[in-house]
């Protein structure tokens, strides 16, 4: 008695919708398999636009990688030609051609592992990130 109960508020419920008063079953299975189908291109356009932003995530890192060695190399053999006196031209030289990581924020740290790990490790990575930071919080606070 009970499914029979259930598909009587089911029919009610539908014949109460203005949109589906007076159509026929057909009609009415009709109308569903269209939003069904409509919700599934909606989906797979999501799911396309998430893979392109993904591959341009990609790309944009690759390319700021890419420019931080450069510019690490760059440094490094301005540094080399700057060689002379000992002293404050050293120290000068040895600030110049350290890497550019070496120099970062721990901040910017966390946003590039956040980064790096949603483009590359599928978001694992920034889940475990934000887990050890609520973590220190809850220990500092």
Known sequence: AGII???????????????MRGRSVTER???RSKKVGEKRKIAKL?????REYL???????????NFET????????QAEAMRGPLGKKL???????????????????????R???????GGA???????KDLEAEEKGG
């Not at 999501?46 to 998430?50: G, I």
């Not at 450069?70 to 053999?77: F, G, L, T």
Request: aromatic letters at 6%; glycine letters at 6%; a positive charge.
């Open 5 to 19: 109960e259930a598909e009587e508020a089911k029919y009610s419920a539908s014949a109460a919708n203005p949109s």
């Open 29 to 31: 299975a009709s109308a």
């Open 55 to 65: 591959q341009k995530g990609r790309g944009c890192l690759l390319k700021a990688l």
């Open 46 to 50: 999501y799911l396309e636009q998430s």
């Open 91 to 113: 120290r000068v030289m040895i600030e110049q051609a350290e890497p550019l990581v070496g120099m970062i924020s721990e901040d910017e740290r966390r946003r590039r592992r």
């Open 125 to 131: 990575e920034e889940t475990k990130e934000k887990e």
């Open 70 to 77: 450069a510019e690490d190399r760059r440094r490094a053999a």
């Open 115 to 121: 980064i790096f790990g949603r483009l590359y490790a």
